[in-house]
T-cell receptor, first 109, second 114 residues
Framework: RKEVEQDPGPFNVPEGATVAFNCTYSNSASQSFFWYRQDCRKEPKLLMSVYSSGNEDGRFTAQLNRASQYISLLIRDSKLSDSATYLCVVNIPGGKLIFGQGTELSVKP | DTEVTQTPKHLVMGMTNKKSLKCEQHMGHRAMYWYKQKAKKPPELMFVYSYEKLSINESVPSRFSPECPNSSLLNLHLHALQPEDSALYLC?????????????FGPGTRLTVT
């Protein structure tokens, strides 16, 4: 089992749609969780950290379920500029970050 | 300002060349990282420096040699690389080595080994 698993992509959605990405992690000792986005041929950029109580930043909502070892990212009212690969990232003891394989999102007009 | 800079942006080198990649951050971060990323794959950790000391080496071949001259700078020295080493090399920094801190990435150096 991979340490961090994400929904396979690509997700092709129309502008204005709501899209949800899911991620599971295997190390129950993990303490910190993040979503990064990566545009084609660019570096990963931090989108948001994920807190136990869930958190929201504009159109983006992240949830964490520690019991199920599950993280989600919801994007509402998708924009063309949201097209990117979304990486689920989890820390493991020892201070390393483990990246999921990424989910590609394509928002169409 | 969450900026990490990397030079050069692009590098083409032969298998017998020696070159260096450079990374700089001025956020006062005490942990710095080198990652390698191939197309359509997530970044793979190579090295971690914490307080200017090498703390993690992910069994990287010795043809890659990291160096941390001071708390703001990180270098990656390259020697006798193979074509399969062609990739995007990303530098990142975080406040501390503990995983609870977000990592901020530089724009990367796109390396081609001929």
């Amino acid at each position: 089992r991979k340490e961090v698993e994400q929904d396979p992509g690509p997700f092709n959605v129309p502008e204005g749609a709501t899209v949800a990405f899911n991620c599971t992690y295997s190390n129950s000792a993990s303490q910190s969780f993040f979503w990064y986005r990566q545009d084609c041929r660019k570096e990963p950029k931090l989108l948001m950290s994920v807190y136990s109580s869930g958190n929201e930043d504009g159109r983006f909502t992240a949830q964490l379920n520690r019991a199920s070892q599950y993280i989600s990212l919801l994007i509402r009212d998708s924009k063309l500029s949201d097209s990117a690969t979304y990486l689920c990232v989890v820390n493991i003891p020892g201070g390393k970050l483990i990246f999921g394989q990424g989910t590609e999102l394509s928002v169409k007009p | 300002d969450t900026e990490v800079t990397q030079t050069p942006k692009h590098l083409v080198m032969g298998m017998t060349n020696k070159k260096s990649l450079k990374c700089e951050q001025h956020m006062g971060h005490r942990a710095m990282y080198w990652y390698k990323q191939k197309a359509k794959k997530p970044p793979e950790l190579m090295f971690v420096y914490s307080y200017e000391k090498l703390s993690i080496n992910e069994s990287v071949p010795s043809r890659f040699s990291p160096e941390c001259p001071n708390s703001s700078l990180l270098n990656l020295h390259l020697h006798a690389l193979q074509p399969e080493d062609s990739a995007l090399y990303l530098c990142a920094s975080s406040q501390d080595r503990q995983g609870s801190y977000e990592q901020y990435f530089g724009p990367g150096t796109r390396l081609t080994v001929t």
